[in-house]
C-alpha cells in the first residue's frame, strides 16, 4: 500500500467497515413503550441508533455491535435484544 | 451553560463515525462520541497511543471528522503544546480550539512529564483523560490508575496476592497544584454531564483538565451492556466523585442521597471477584469501603449528614 505524505488518511473513512458482523444479538424496539429520552443514541458507542420523525428510533444493522447497552439504559423498557440467526 | 439534548436526526454532529474498530460495549468509544458532540467541529484532536488510536485509525481509514493526529505514547500533551503555539504564532488562534484525549496509562504514567510542562507553560489546551484504569489496548497490564483490589495481568490475584496494591493518583489535584485553572472529574455514565463540562473547560482560557473515569468491558470483565451501569455506580458508590475546581476552589460536587455500599460496583466485575472468594477478600473490601467513605468526607458527597 502507497503511504500518502503523513500518513494522512481522509475523513470518516472507516464507514466502509460494517461492523454489524460482530453481532451475535440484536436490539429491536417496540415503540409504544417509547418515551423519546435518547438515553440509546446518547449511549451507543457506534452511533449506530438513529431516529426520525416518522419512524422513530431505529437501528442501522450495518454498525450494530450488538453491545445491548442500548436495551440496558431504556427508561421505557421499550429495547430488547434478540438472538440473531443469520 | 448550554442543556444539551439529543433529538436525534441531523442534530447529531456524529463526528466520530460508525465503523470504528472498539469492542462491542466501549466506554471509551461512547465517551469519545460525547466529546466531539459537546466540542463541534473547530477542534483538532491529539491522540497518543492507546486503544483510541488503535481502534480509529487503521490506515487508510480513519473514523475522526475533525483534524486529529496521533503522538507517541509519551507527548500528547507536547504535540498539542505545538499545535496551539503554532497557531498562535500563524494568528489563526480564533479557527480551532486543540484537543488531547489520551488514555490512563499515557497521562499518569507515560506522559506525566510532558503533561506537567504543558500545564506550566499554559498553553490554551483541553486535555482530557479517559481513565479505564489499565493498559487495556496490550492486555489489561496495571497502571498507576488501576484501583486497588483490582486483578490485571502484571497484577494478578492469586493465593498470596490480592491483586493492585497501590492506590489510584490523584490526577485531578496534581492539575490543581498546577495552578490550571479548570479541572473536573466526568463520568461516561453521566452523558450530559461530560459534555456540560467539555464545553466549559474548552471555553476556559488556558489549560483545562479533565478526568474522565470510562469502563472498559474487556478489561473490567463484565457483560457489554453494563458499560453505562457500571460507570455509573462508581459515582453513585463513592468511589468515583463528580466535582468541578475553578481556580482551585472545589465546586459543582454531585453529590448522593443514598451513597451505596461499594460491593454493589466490585461485585459486578470479573477483576474484583477474587475478593468475594479469597481469604482475607472481606479486609480488602474494607479498605476500599474506606476509599470511598474518605472521598465521601473530603467532597460532602452524602446529602444527608
Known amino acids: ?86 | 451553560m448550554g442543556v444539551y439534548r439529543f433529538e436525534g436526526g441531523d442534530t447529531v454532529k456524529n463526528l466520530f463515525v460508525s465503523g470504528h474498530r472498539a469492542c462491542a460495549g466501549c466506554g471509551m468509544a461512547i465517551a469519545v462520541k460525547l466529546i466531539l458532540e459537546a466540542a463541534g467541529e473547530d477542534v483538532i484532536v491529539v491522540s497518543p497511543t492507546g486503544c483510541l488510536e488503535i481502534v480509529s485509525s487503521p490506515y487508510p481509514e480513519t473514523s475522526w471528522r475533525v483534524p486529529w493526529i496521533h503522538s507517541l505514547f509519551e507527548n500528547a500533551a507536547s504535540v498539542a503544546s505545538g499545535i496551539e503555539a503554532g497557531l498562535k504564532a500563524l494568528g489563526r488562534k480564533h479557527e480551532a480550539k486543540v484537543l488531547a484525549i489520551a488514555g490512563d496509562g499515557a497521562t499518569a504514567d507515560i506522559g506525566m512529564g510532558p503533561l506537567s510542562g504543558m500545564f506550566e507553560r499554559g498553553h490554551d489546551i483541553t486535555y482530557i483523560c479517559y481513565d479505564n484504569e489499565a493498559y487495556m489496548n496490550t492486555g489489561v497490564q496495571r497502571s498507576s490508575m488501576t484501583p486497588p483490589g483490582a486483578s490485571a495481568t502484571t497484577s494478578p490475584a492469586g493465593k498470596v496476592s490480592f491483586g493492585e496494591i497501590h492506590p489510584k493518583k490523584d490526577l485531578a489535584s496534581i492539575a490543581v497544584a498546577h495552578g490550571v485553572g479548570y479541572v473536573a472529574t466526568a463520568s461516561v455514565g453521566y452523558g450530559l454531564d461530560l459534555m456540560r463540562k467539555v464545553r466549559r473547560a474548552i471555553d476556559h482560557d488556558g489549560p483545562s483538565f479533565i478526568h474522565l473515569h470510562t469502563s472498559c468491558c474487556t478489561g473490567w470483565r463484565h457483560p457489554s451492556s453494563k458499560t453505562i451501569e457500571i460507570s455509573r455506580l462508581a459515582v453513585l458508590t463513592g468511589l468515583w466523585p463528580l466535582y468541578e475546581v475553578v481556580d482551585g476552589e472545589i465546586t459543582d460536587v454531585k453529590r448522593l442521597p443514598k451513597r451505596l455500599p461499594v460491593e454493589d460496583y466490585l461485585k459486578t466485575q470479573g477483576r474484583f471477584s477474587h475478593l468475594f472468594r479469597m481469604e482475607g477478600g472481606e479486609e480488602i473490601i474494607r479498605r476500599i469501603q474506606a476509599i470511598a467513605d474518605a472521598n465521601a468526607e473530603r467532597f460532602g458527597l452524602d446529602l444527608e449528614g
Not at chain 1, 420523525?53 to 423498557?77: L, P, Q, T
Request: with cysteine; glycine share 10%; proline share 3%.
Open chain 1, 1 to 86: 500500500m502507497k503511504l500518502r505524505i503523513g500518513a494522512i488518511a481522509d475523513p470518516g473513512t472507516s464507514i466502509v467497515n460494517r461492523t454489524g458482523g460482530w453481532r451475535s444479538e440484536k436490539p429491536l424496539i417496540d415503540h409504544s413503550l417509547c418515551i423519546r429520552c435518547f438515553n440509546c443514541i446518547l449511549y451507543c458507542p457506534d452511533s449506530a441508533v438513529k431516529y426520525s420523525e416518522k419512524e422513530g428510533i431505529y437501528f442501522d444493522y450495518d454498525f450494530c455491535k450488538g453491545c445491548g447497552i442500548c436495551a440496558n439504559e431504556c427508561s421505557g423498557r421499550a429495547i430488547y435484544m434478540v438472538m440473531e440467526e443469520k
